[in-house]
């Protein structure tokens, strides 16, 4: 079979997104970006733009010109023209779309005292992931793309694996702690949840277990590495796969606007997120809606994430002896053989990657202790900042901790250590703080870290392969892949799901001191 | 869908989830690299 589709789109993409890339370079779009405040973002533009575009415009070439012949190249270079159809709704939507919106919505407040957009927590992110499953639901994903939508889980792969890069010795052993506790807890409890309420509800073993680890550790990759245990049947599996993501499309839309509404720092927001959402892709999703200009809370979550798929080999193995003992005629499963065949491998790229990173190939050895903590080096906050802290109602602040750490910064106008910079971080999603003193907040956070180039980079590019795994991921969320879910699974998925997401926010909430 | 996608499946290019995993570690790999040789340290 031959699978690359004669069309000239992906030449087309090409053309739009080097010449667009060249505008901004030439300064033609210099008024537009003035407008949309995207001035920042030039290099990022200019970058990207050449780069996509130039692949696009070779391939879009060698696709309309030369006759493709069944093989490797066709099959791989095939996939080019559906990576570019992402790439593009990410360009127009974060460069587009969300800068627009964000002055709509400033509009609308200054008209009638609702900022839209803030409240919503519109963001490229988000819109990515609408804009895909529009695509996919009602204009419906052209042929010659299709292949290249089925890159995007690639894309959150290797997204994960480079984040390992990011973490310090120390960050990651304070977020472990609580991880493993609250991960631990929370997929036995759900695990077992669902045995219980499967057997309540008479439901066959083999639904039961494939459901119970779907809902328990990481989602649709657990239910199906659960699968060969419990000697699932593909319909129980797509029940399954259909509850898992009928829950996380809807985690992932609600969990940002509560975690705003109840002021949630970053890390307990990606604490909760990792533990509460039910699919390792939404829990990404929410992280970055939540905080689409940094990867904070991605770190968080995606830590509690890679915890639970830690826990897999044990739930698997929890399984197959739960099985066995309630079906005596079920065939006879290497239990080893399922572990280290369906375990994800791409977890342990993380874990090679965040020790190449404790080498500090990546970052000088410095880098992760702010460089401006210490000594007299360094920019200071100006008067104006200082002022805008200074009218901070301090009676609103719960924790004596965030008091003190205000305090010294407002004595001695830069955060003086890193205990203080999380704690000052963590004032800055505070209710009822006055823009001055979040941009305040943030000024001294930005001045105690200067982020190392290799640093800034992956960044950059592991937001990209999110931003590319996440609208990609929305062109596949179709109605018809949803509404696979229904029944007792359903049933059984809204009670777990429901405690689940509600019991990590509980906990979180009652860790709020220690966590962030 | 099998006519369709007769390589990989529906939701992956690659025929099983432990390739996909390897291509992501090789992407990885090569970015990695790239970032080492073109970026400096500091």
């Given amino acids: ?516 | 869908m099998a006519d369709k996608f007769d390589r990989g499946t529906a939701l992956s290019i690659f025929k099983s989830d432990r390739l996909e995993d390897i291509m992501a570690l090789l992407v990885s790999l090569v970015i990695v690299g790239i970032v080492l040789a073109m970026v400096p340290v500091k």
């Fill in chain 1, 1 to 516: 079979m031959v699978y690359t589709k004669k069309t000239p789109w992906v030449l087309i993409i090409g053309i739009i997104m080097a010449a667009y890339a060249w505008l901004v370079a030439s300064g033609t779009l210099a008024g537009t970006l003035e407008f949309l405040h995207t001035k920042g973002k030039v290099g990022e533009m200019v970058t990207m733009g050449y780069i996509f575009g130039g692949i696009g415009i070779v391939v879009g070439l060698w696709q309309l010109f030369i006759t493709p012949k069944q093989g490797h190249i066709d099959y791989y270079l095939s996939t080019i023209g559906g990576a570019l159809l992402i790439l593009l709704c990410v360009f127009l939507v974060k460069y587009g779309a969300e800068p627009l919106m964000k002055q709509w919505g400033a509009a609308s407040h200054k008209a009638i005292g609702w900022n839209w957009a803030k409240t919503l927590g519109v963001n490229y992110i988000l819109l990515g992931i609408i804009v895909g499953m529009v695509v996919v639901n009602v204009l419906k994903v052209p042929d010659w793309a299709e292949n290249g939508v089925r890159l995007s889980r690639l894309g959150l792969k290797t997204g994960v694996v480079l984040l390992g890069g990011l973490y310090s010795a120390a960050e990651l052993a304070e977020y472990s702690q609580w991880s493993i506790g609250l991960i631990f807890f929370f997929v036995l409890g759900s695990v077992g949840m669902t045995l219980w309420l499967g057997r309540l509800k008479k439901i066959p073993n083999s639904m039961g277990g494939v459901l119970s680890a779907g809902l328990g550790v990481c989602g649709v990759s657990a239910a199906v590495a659960a699968a060969p245990v419990v000697n699932a049947k593909s319909s129980e599996i797509a029940y399954t796969i259909g509850t898992i993501l009928v829950w996380g499309v809807l985690m992932m839309f609600i969990f940002p606007p509560v975690g705003r509404a109840l002021g949630l720092s970053y890390e307990q927001f990606g604490a909760w997120a990792g533990t509460g959402i039910l699919n390792s892709a939404q829990v990404a999703a929410a992280a970055l809606i939540y905080q689409p200009d940094g990867i904070e809370t991605l770190k968080v979550a995606e830590i509690f994430n890679i915890t639970r798929i830690l826990v897999l080999p044990i739930i698997v193995m929890w399984l197959a002896v739960w099985y066995v003992e309630r079906e005596q005629t079920g065939t006879k499963v290497n239990v080893m053989q399922v572990i280290i065949g369906k375990f994800p491998l791409f977890v342990l790229g993380f874990i090679v990657v965040f020790l190449l990173s404790t080498t500090g190939v990546f970052a000088p050895a410095d880098h992760y202790k702010g460089k401006y903590f210490v000594g007299e080096k360094g920019k200071a906050l100006d008067d104006k900042a200082i002022d805008a802290l200074k009218g901070i109602d301090v009676k609103s602040i719960e924790r004596d901790d965030q008091k003190a750490a205000l305090a010294r910064l407002i004595e001695t106008k830069k955060n003086s250590t890193k205990a203080d910079d999380v704690l000052i971080r963590g004032l800055e999603k505070q209710k009822g703080m006055s823009k001055e003193a979040k941009k305040a907040l943030g000024a001294a956070h930005k001045h105690a870290w200067k982020t190392a180039p290799r640093i800034t980079w992956f960044r950059s590019l592991i937001v990209w392969f999110f931003a590319f795994g996440l609208t990609g991921l929305g062109m596949q969320i179709t109605f018809r892949s949803l509404a696979q879910a229904g029944g007792q699974p359903l049933v059984i998925g809204t009670i777990v799901g429901t405690v689940k997401a509600v019991g990590a926010l509980i906990a979180v909430l009652m860790l709020k001191n220690l966590i962030g």
